[in-house]
């Protein structure tokens, strides 16, 4: 398995509340993904970064930004949690012939 | 627009008997093709992918593809399933111009003894 975590691995949070979410990849790959996983609508690219600093905008971003500050880490930051941002988060990173590799997800539930 | 279409939301299949998941994809390059597989409360699993070469294409726990161009279709078999191949299966294609991966909907497997 590629090396991803994601951190936590469950949290519950209330509405307003700002909340990050980790990604840590041991790979040394240069893309890194932010997905959200919701019944009835797959999964959805929120932000993707293509090197420290370098991110842009996928098909879900308002509400969530990000920071890449070193190759390895890829955060997510909800700026203030709403009850629609209830889902399943996971992370991907982008090796070798554009194979993605996932991390194990993240469970958020905002009250 | 590009596009990944899985139109099975379910397929229900006995086990021991053979599997097609169908994917239809809309791309105006040569695709690069993924099917991924996620067991309940888990991450998304590599299962097989198409670059080029050989349109049939092997992939892990007994999966196979097979992409054909001129249906714009990469769909995955299984001779025999078990009851752990019970999971969501997820096509995708690679879009090269932003290094992104466009998904289709899945399609739930359930096994039936």
């Known amino acids: 398995d590629a090396g991803i975590t994601q951190s936590p691995r469950h949290k519950v949070t209330e509405t307003g509340t700002p909340v990050t979410l980790r990604c840590h990849q041991t790979?040394?790959?240069?893309?890194m993904y932010w997905y959200r996983q919701d019944p009835g609508h797959g999964l959805r690219l929120i932000h993707y970064?293509?090197?420290?600093?370098?991110?842009d905008k996928g098909e879900v971003s308002d509400g969530y930004s990000v920071s890449r500050s070193k190759t390895e880490d890829f955060l997510l930051t909800l700026e203030s949690a709403t009850s629609s941002q209830t889902s399943v988060y996971f992370c991907?990173?982008?090796?070798?012939?554009?194979?993605?590799?996932f991390g194990p997800g993240t469970r958020l539930l905002v009250l | 627009a590009q596009s990944v279409t899985q139109p099975d939301i379910h397929i229900t299949v006995s086990e021991g008997a053979s599997l097609e998941l169908r994917c239809n994809y809309s791309?105006?390059?040569?695709?690069?093709l993924f099917w991924y597989v996620q067991s309940p409360g888990q991450g998304l699993q590599l299962l097989l992918k198409?670059?080029?070469?050989d349109t049939l294409v092997q992939g892990i726990k007994g999966f196979e593809a097979e992409f054909k161009r001129s249906q714009s279709s990469f769909n995955l078999r299984k001779p025999s399933v078990h009851w752990s191949d019970a999971a969501e299966y997820f096509c995708?294609?690679?879009?090269?111009?932003?290094?992104?991966?466009?998904w289709g909907a899945g399609t739930k497997l359930i096994i039936k003894p």
């Open positions: 995708a294609v690679f879009m090269d111009s932003n290094y992104q991966l466009i």
């Open positions: 791309y105006g390059a040569t695709p690069y």
């Open positions: 198409y670059f080029s070469g």
């Open positions: 790979e040394n790959h240069r893309y």
């Open positions: 970064s293509y090197g420290v600093k370098d991110t």
């Open positions: 991907a990173i982008g090796g070798d012939q554009e194979t993605q590799y």
